[in-house]
């Protein structure tokens, strides 16, 4: 997007502390993210904790944070428990990283000082890095997960305007795959009203599994309230059809109903069961003594 403003910033710490998940530390080499997904939960965090505009403010500024992966590497020489997700807040594989490369540099960091590592992207750039990526799943837990919520483009184009066509992040997904790592795809978040038919979520679903997806997650849309009038502004300029829906099944607040969400989870379920997803075999614990080796060369 080249109406995209990018500043170099400097970060004071890489590892963030999280509670409540399925990880325990989060990296984000980047703030805000040119991808311009309508329905971002990260919207709501850039107005309530940096008081920033949730609209053009988070689509048209992007701050680099070009020490991160130093920064990284020194708390990695400390803090080495737990497991980290990559791409919480921000897309990774942005199209900025194809120039800084901060994301690369902090998985060479992650290869030095390994911890279970997730990857959560849009950006096809990620095949950029599979061989440092291979080194890493060579010495832990490593899963990339592609967000693929809708396989059709016109839907596509405009809730998530500034990415890559979702075939083409399937066909990334492959390449991993080929490549022997885990990669697998979050239909997420799944919009009401837009991608939440049947029809909808078989394409994705059929279309994840041909590129060899090892699992297939859903997940209804969230409003947070930060987000909700500029969210439901997307809505009445592109799907206005959907706004009575929507209006029925928030009510104004974040989640949708109850009933809704089981009637989404057993759709998926119907979905999921016509194709396959074979999850990578765990592989076998590694001896204490090559552990206590790798460790050594690590410190």
Known sequence: MSDVAYVETQAKSALNRVQGMSFDWSLNPYFSCAHRCTYCYARAYHARYHDLDVGEGFDRQVDIKANFPDVLRNELRRKRDGTVAIGTSTDPYQPIEGKYQLTRRCLEALVD??????????????????????????????????????????????????????????????????????????????????????????????????????????????????IQDYYYDFLATEFPVAVPTYAALYQGGVHPKKEYERELEERVRRVRARYEFHARPARPARPPELQSVQLQLAI
């Open 113 to 226: 000082y390994p911890m279970p590592t997730s990857i959560v992207t849009k950006g096809p750039l990620v095949v950029r890095d599979i061989d440092v990526l291979k080194k890493l799943d060579e010495k832990t837990e490593l899963t990339v997960y592609f967000s693929v919520p809708c396989v059709n483009e016109e839907i596509v184009k405009k809730t998530d305007p500034g990415t890559a066509p979702p075939r083409q992040r399937l066909r990334a997904l492959r390449m991993l795959r080929d490549a022997g790592i885990d990669a697998a795809v979050l239909c997420m978040p799944v919009l009401p009203g837009i991608s939440d038919s049947e029809e909808s979520l078989d394409a994705a679903a059929r279309a994840a599994s041909e590129a060899g997806a090892t699992a297939f997650r859903h997940r209804p849309l969230k409003i947070d309230v930060e």
